[in-house]
């Protein structure tokens, strides 16, 4: 059984950090290109960012300079580093592994981000 499990979410005040983590199993996981998306309430799902295995990271324009991706495939995790939060982070943040061409993708259930005063 696939599972991707996000966890590290919270609460933080603007100007504030959190570390996003994605703990895949039932997957190869070096094979998958691995993403956070987030979706807000009343707006559609977008990607925030992505990391495919031996590719180039990919950011939103919005949060470039703030929000860095990482993985580490020995750990079969991928991480989502995010400072710099702004009330418009606010969201859920969801995990992705996607085997590009294969026609083969995963979600894991998303984890709550709230930034606020």
């Known amino acids: 059984q696939v599972q991707l499990v996000e966890s590290g979410g919270g609460s933080v005040q603007p100007g504030g950090s959190l570390r996003l983590s994605c703990a895949a199993s039932g997957i190869i996981f070096s094979r998958y290109a691995m993403g956070w998306y987030r979706q807000a309430p009343g707006k559609q799902r977008e990607l925030v960012a992505a990391?495919?295995?031996?590719?180039?990271?990919k950011y939103a324009d919005s949060v470039k300079g703030r929000f860095t991706i990482s993985r580490d495939n020995a750990k079969n995790t991928v991480y989502l580093q995010m400072n710099s939060l702004k009330p418009e982070d606010t969201a859920v943040y969801y995990c992705?592994?996607?085997?590009?061409?294969?026609?083969?993708?995963?979600w894991g259930q998303g984890t709550q981000v709230t930034v606020s005063l």
């Open positions: 990391i495919p295995s031996g590719g180039s990271t």
């Open positions: 992705n592994a996607e085997r590009r061409g294969r026609g083969e993708g995963y």
